[in-house]
Antibody, heavy 120, light 108 residues
Framework: EVQLVESGGGLAQPGGSLRLSCAASGFTFHRFGMHWVRQAPGKGLEWISYISSYSTGSGTPNYADSVKGRFTISRDDAQNSLDLQMNSLRDEDTAVYYC??????????WGQGILVTVSS | DIQMTQSPSSLSASVGDRVTITCRASQGIRNNLGWYQQKPGKAPKRLIYAASSLQSGVPSRFSGSGSGTEFSLTISSLQPEDFATYYCLQHNSFPLLTFGGGTKVEIK
């Protein structure tokens, strides 16, 4: 069974940093690209980042304009984990953050989500 | 950037109704689109990929159609468990993805 479990969320101050992790199991992690998607309270879904697998895309990262230059996606295939380093946090980064596996160029399996709150 | 416009933003329907949600792309995206269902407090669930391919395990009352700039998700006979919010997602500009704004399906 595919499982994705996010951790590392919580409260951060504006301008601060937070690191999210996503632990993957139940599939061959290194073969799949991975996404981060977020959802602000009461709002819709927003794709924010993708990292390819090293076997198909050299682990190339991509970002939405809203987080480019502030967030960094990375993966550790030995640990079956995906990370999102979030720097220079803003109020508008407050959201539930989901990691998701890519299949057929779209997220298929999703984690349960982790809440990040940016507030002073 | 590709923009995705979903309509309606919400609708009320009864159990057994046929429901159709549409998604319009700001430019042609071939069939590079998926549909997701999200229930309150839960992660999204993929229903459709490649515009019309049904995800394994998803009931056959869900169907997708369209190509280019106009797409639709149809629920042929609405069931109680289908009350949720639905999103389209384009991947023509993969890996840069764009969601539609969502359609909330409520009980009439």
């Amino acid at each position: 069974e595919v499982q994705l479990v996010e951790s590392g969320g919580g409260l951060a101050q504006p301008g601060g940093s937070l690191r999210l992790s996503c632990a993957a199991s139940g599939f061959t992690f290194h073969r799949f690209g991975m996404h981060w998607v977020r959802q602000a309270p009461g709002k819709g879904l927003e794709w924010i980042s993708y990292i390819s697998s090293y076997s198909t895309g050299s682990g190339t990262p991509n970002y939405a304009d809203s987080v480019k230059g502030r967030f960094t996606i990375s993966r550790d295939d030995a640990q079956n984990s995906l990370d999102l380093q979030m720097n220079s946090l803003r109020d508008e980064d407050t959201a539930v953050y989901y990691c998701a596996r890519d299949q057929e160029w779209l997220p298929d399996y999703w984690g349960q989500g982790i809440l990040v709150t940016v507030s002073s | 950037d590709i923009q995705m416009t979903q309509s309606p933003s919400s609708l009320s329907a009864s159990v057994g109704d046929r429901v159709t949600i549409t998604c319009r792309a700001s430019q042609g995206i071939r069939n590079n689109l998926g549909w997701y269902q999200q229930k309150p407090g839960k992660a999204p669930k993929r229903l459709i990929y490649a515009a019309s391919s049904l995800q394994s395990g998803v009931p056959s009352r869900f169907s997708g159609s369209g190509s280019g700039t106009e797409f639709s998700l149809t629920i042929s006979s609405l069931q109680p468990e289908d009350f949720a919010t639905y999103y389209c997602l384009q991947h023509n500009s993969f890996p840069l993805l764009t969601f539609g704004g969502g359609t909330k399906v409520e009980i009439k």
